[in-house]
């Protein structure tokens, strides 16, 4: 029989290199780690004879040939376990000896253990991955972590939980494959739809998320400039000055009239209206909310969105800086609801256009917040049917004290007792919900 080098790291029989097994540092890594020494000791024809020639024989080449073959195999297993494994089985000289005992201690196993694998196989999200490849071999690996454990999930729950951890960007995809494909099998034995069929087609519709996504950016490159010193040169702006309150950062008004700073002019002002005769019917507001007539700016998307129920901005909840109120196209949103008179209140976008919002109430939405889909409450939430987007506006959350920061691929919003996050593309951010 042909000898093998010393070193194993040397084998690349079938393009399988023992860099490639899986390093061994805890039990999350025990079962890609045994499946990848496994393949590793198959390719380079090795686990057949080790599994048929598990005693040590006594004398002669047969000892020689056996003693050559096991520290082959344990060198393998040393060369990608961490120290503490390396200890254990460090006088060692069977390899079914050595692999025993790192899967007695490193193989997950017990209630524990299966609970902390129940949880994340039905938390997992592919807001926690790079890609939705990264996030199939996740529900893949979860899988059979549980299977090693006596705990088998049928295929058509693992598909369902694989498409509802999709996410809002694929409320879209979602909808249209389950209408059009059986995950249950029919009463006729005919078979069901098998989790790599999903995952294929998943992976299929994040290549044209990506291709919609490169057609927007290439789309909003070639619009005609619009810049200050564009309009300029066209003589279409003016210089207009305002006055400005250096203490509440507001316009149209000084330090010295601020109603903020100065709580008792506001007073003042409403009592001259009311010996006026000029008292309306007044209108409820939110705490939130320390307008008398607010007016929404929606000035980084405009009024351009469309209601395409694939657009991403009318499907998901982009962070927005510059909108001063919290926004939505959809009444479907609002768990609580009260509607606003026409002529109470104007939403302003880019350009000058503008509409009216019909209602105001709070919306329900559910976040990923330490791993765990949690349900939030939006208050003060405007509707407006005709915007065709729903905005969270940063200075409504300025308001309630919470700390928003952003980097170009996310958003972290903090308060008291939570964080939650949103996930940027294209020079936007999308906050990262759940479902149901």
Known sequence: MASHPNNPETEIKGGYTLSMVLFLDGADDWLDFSDGIETFLIMNNQLEWLESHPNRPSGGSAEKEWKRRHKYAIYAIRA?????????????DSYQDAYEILERNYKPQGDGTFRDLSDRFFMITLADYKNVEDYTKAIKKLSNQLAKLGVTIPEPLVILRYLQGLGSAYSVFYTSFTTNNQILPDKDDEPGITFDFVALKTKGYEKTLAQEDASTALAAKTLPATTDAALAAAGETRNIEVPWCTYC?????TKEKCWVLHPNLKKDARAGKDRRGHV??????????DSDDPVGLIAHFGMTASNDSGNLLHTQWAIDTACSRHITHSREH????????????????????????????TVKLRC?????????????????PDCGVNLISVAQLFKLGADVRFTPEQCKIKTKDKTITATGRNGCWFLDTTLE
């Open 249 to 253: 950062s507001k316009a149209w008004h």
């Open 80 to 92: 990608r376990s961490n120290y503490n494994a390396k200890q254990m089985i460090g006088d060692l």
């Open 280 to 289: 309306g019917k007044k209108r409820k507001q939110n705490d939130d909310d």
């Open 334 to 361: 609002f768990i609580s609801y009260q509607e606003i008179p026409e002529s109470a209140c104007h939403i302003k976008g880019l350009g000058g256009a503008s509409c009216s919002p019909t209602g105001r109430g």
């Open 368 to 384: 990923k917040v330490k791993g765990k889909s949690r349900a939030i409450h939006l208050t003060n939430v405007y509707h407006v």
